[in-house]
């Protein structure tokens, strides 16, 4: 179960020392038993497919360049096609947008929907900002001290209902 599902932090977890390609290609490690892989001689089917998921993401052109020098939405992406690679079938996203400028949280909305529902993935995500949710949810859950407090379609919450469920005390 463990290698369907995918994570993507609010602070993304690369390593700063290695590509793009590399990060993304560490996602799919936990497919293969052979010590090749940890050398860093990747199959090239693997290969293949982690350049197939930085371009599915828009950084085709990135796959070479060292995590560290890339911009935050730059780094973003690679945690997404990280989890692509894993080709799991849950995405749990904690803040998936934070820090994201304007043009980076639409490219990345963009995918994460086109994800849904191209590929049939599930994504489970944290958010604080309710703009956000027509674009990432078609079901909201809001739990105050681990208990939920709603749990209902998109389409059924109107503001009234959503505004009580996060400020009722």
């Known amino acids: 179960m463990r290698a369907q599902v995918a994570q993507v932090h609010q602070g993304v977890h690369l ?16 497919r293969f038993t052979s010590p090749l892989s940890w050398l860093r001689r990747w ?24 995590a560290d020098t890339l911009s935050g939405g730059e780094r973003q992406k690679v945690a997404m096609a990280r989890a692509l690679h894993q080709r799991a079938r849950l995405l749990l996203a904690d803040e998936p947008t934070a820090a994201l400028d304007v043009r980076a949280e639409d490219e990345l909305l963009t995918l994460l929907d086109g994800l849904v529902r191209e590929q049939g993935l599930t994504l489970i995500s944290v958010v604080h900002d309710l703009r956000l949710l027509p674009r990432l949810a078609d079901r909201v859950l809001v739990l105050r001290q681990g208990r ?16 009580e469920a996060l400020t009722h005390v």
């Open 15 to 30: 390593v700063g020392r290695l590509s793009a390609l590399d990060n993304v290609l560490i996602g799919g490690a936990a």
């Open 43 to 66: 199959p090239r089917t693997e290969q293949e497919a982690a350049h197939a998921a930085l371009a599915r993401v828009g950084l085709g052109d990135a796959a070479l360049r060292r």
């Open 148 to 163: 939920a407090v709603l749990d209902a379609a998109l389409v059924d919450i109107t503001p009234d209902t959503l505004s």
